[in-house]
Structure formats: structure tokens, C-alpha cells
């Protein structure tokens, strides 16, 4: 079992940067492939970026891709998501989970932590 905690979000201006960290713990960090959840206002969530257990490999969804890079640092026990050039429709919670599997469904992760909140807005 693994927890997670998010920080990191809070409020950004369109076109700039935000980075968001997951610390994890209680068990073996690079054991697991780590995700990065948004839950936008009014719909579900929805995966952003996956990175595979060595941080060899990463994933995004199209509409992020170029301009968010997800992470790791087995070291650290921490997964990073920088988002560069944040758009409005960016906005939202953003949750990290811990999962056995290369994917970007949500139900594929068994562990999640509490969520950070991401507002962007000039």
C-alpha cells in the first residue's frame, strides 16, 4: 500500500508555468507506474500523463502533450507534472495514483492521493 500527497497547484496565468509534486510512501515507490489525474468542474476525471516505473517511459493525452511533462525521482519518492504554457480549460483537480499497469484509465490505479487544486484566470 502506498500513500500519496499532491502539492504544488494554486492559481496561474494563462500561458505561464506550474509545477505539482506527489510524495509517496509506505511502500515501494518505483514498484509502481504513476499517474496524473484532472477533474475539471462538472465532469470526470480523466488522465493527463502516466510515466512507467523506471521513468523510462511517459504518456499524454493529446490535449497536453508538448506541454506537460510528467517525472519521477525513485530517490525521492516523488512524482513531478510541469505544465508549461497553462491553458484555462487546464483547470481543475489534479490527482496523482499509483497503479500495476501502463494506463491511462483511472480504474487501472489503485492508489490516490487527496488531489491539488490547479485555477488558472489573468
Do not use: H
Amino acid at each position: 500500500q502506498v500513500q500519496l500527497v499532491e502539492s504544488g497547484g494554486g492559481l496561474v496565468q494563462p500561458g505561464r508555468s506550474l509545477r505539482l509534486s506527489c510524495a509517496a510512501s509506505g511502500s515501494t515507490f518505483e514498484q509502481y507506474v504513476m499517474g496524473w489525474f484532472l477533474q475539471a468542474p462538472g465532469k470526470e476525471r480523466e488522465g493527463v500523463a502516466y510515466v512507467t516505473r523506471n521513468g523510462a517511459m511517459t504518456y499524454y493525452v493529446n490535449s497536453m502533450r508538448g506541454r506537460f511533462t510528467i517525472s519521477r525521482d525513485n530517490t525521492k519518492n516523488t512524482v513531478f507534472l510541469q505544465m508549461n504554457n497553462v491553458k484555462p480549460e487546464d483547470a481543475g483537480l489534479y490527482y496523482c495514483a499509483a497503479g500495476q499497469n501502463n494506463a491511462m484509465s483511472a480504474a487501472k490505479y489503485s492508489y490516490w492521493g487527496q488531489g491539488t487544486q490547479v485555477t488558472v484566470s489573468a
